[in-house]
């Protein structure tokens, strides 16, 4: 097995910003010079078509020389997947992506490359999916899956677009609660808050917070940490005391 | 079959109240002057302990003359369901509580009692669960149900909580974006957004919005179109165009 090599973001885009804008210096920088012509994953997307979604994702790729292309073109997606030397798994809704992840019958097959040390890029969905279980996604479960079983690419829990401020006046759970409910049901799990304009660089036993915002570790039973741009999650989730 | 009694509420508690202040007037008139001796459903509950839960919801309701019992306490939940002349579900995580009414198989026994005659209260999660599917949920999926499939006493999908506010500078989904999410991928639904204070009152053919704000009604390809208060939703969306 080789090392992993991940780029997992928040969120494609902060509002107001053209798509990627922030992020794809970074994954410029971690796909390389080299065009890997990137196999993109486009089964998140729910209200745009596939299509759309490919144009929509090809352009930052292509302004840092990667030719983007998406798998719904292949006549035999598992193919595809094997044959892929980087993976890019677009954000939407991460119900419909896993299960549709899981009808195409390729997570196995983009596990393998992954394992096998391709580049894997994914944005929000995309995220969600790299982490054991997509149990720590915000979206609506608007379809049903298969189980929750994700890519396992890391050993914690993502959640994507983490912000901590509410709705003033609204009784609903915050953030936070539903981070707390998902640990005292998961006592032995770890997750990750990345705040939009953030990612997780993974390369092999080492994970690096990227961007200009801190992460926010959260464990049960344990005050939540932030973690600075630059450190090592793995070295901080190892080495704190579990309360 | 008996006409269906139910009474579904967006949240427990509007913020800065007592708990189940907003509605507890309602539940009694909607219970009657006899006590039913309800039966209480905690499970939705992740971060509470069910006898707290219990007790919690038990004050509200002795005060309109309701002893309230919760089946935690039953030897058998089967046989305490089926013996019960009303039953109450209490909001929390809907993930949760959907595995535990699977796991304790008591799902069917409900719909039986329900569909006989006995009224049934619930809020938040035990509003979505009174749904054919928890798919219109705004809950984390902490843990995993066997299936979405819920009790399917209304032919609609409540999204308790509904709020059209958003966060400023957040580029997460808006509440809207993920019910017209769930229209798109489900397209023959209704999807009813009950706001904070509001409670969906149900009886036999008619089902009327009770509360001092008016309902949001959902539809793939239509405007969503406003409820007031006192109208029958079900007569509303039955001659409601399509598309």
Chains 1, 2 share one sequence.
Do not use: K
Request: aromatic share 6%; with cysteine; glycine share 10%.
């Amino acid at each position: 097995m080789a090392d992993l090599r991940l780029l997992l973001l928040s969120n494609s885009t902060n509002a107001g910003e053209p798509y990627l804008g922030y992020s794809i210096g970074e994954i410029g920088r971690f796909l390389g010079s080299d065009d890997l012509a990137p196999l993109f994953i486009p089964y998140a997307a729910e209200m745009v078509s596939y299509d759309d979604y490919e144009a929509i994702a090809a352009g930052p790729f292509a302004s840092v020389g990667q030719t983007l292309t998406s798998v719904h073109h292949a006549a035999d997606p598992v193919v595809a997947v094997a044959a892929a030397r980087a993976i890019v798994i677009g954000g939407g809704n991460s119900f419909r992506l896993l299960r549709q992840l899981q009808q195409q019958r390729i997570l196995g097959p983009i596990g393998d490359v992954v394992r096998r040390g391709a580049p894997y890029v994914g944005w929000s969905a995309g995220s969600n999916v790299a982490c054991p279980t997509i149990r720590t996604t915000n979206d609506m479960p608007i379809v049903e899956p298969a189980g929750f079983a994700a890519l396992a690419f890391v050993p914690i829990q993502i959640n994507p677009h983490y912000v901590s401020n509410v709705i003033p006046g609204h009784a609903g759970e915050t953030r936070d609660g539903r981070i707390a409910e998902f640990l005292h049901a998961n006592p032995d799990q770890v997750v990750i808050g990345l705040r939009e304009g953030t990612m997780l660089r993974v390369e092999g036993a080492r994970a690096t917070i990227v961007g200009a915002r801190p992460a926010r570790v959260f464990r049960h039973d344990s005050a939540p940490v932030e973690i600075e741009p630059g450190s090592d999650l793995y070295q901080i989730v190892r080495s704190a005391p579990r309360g």
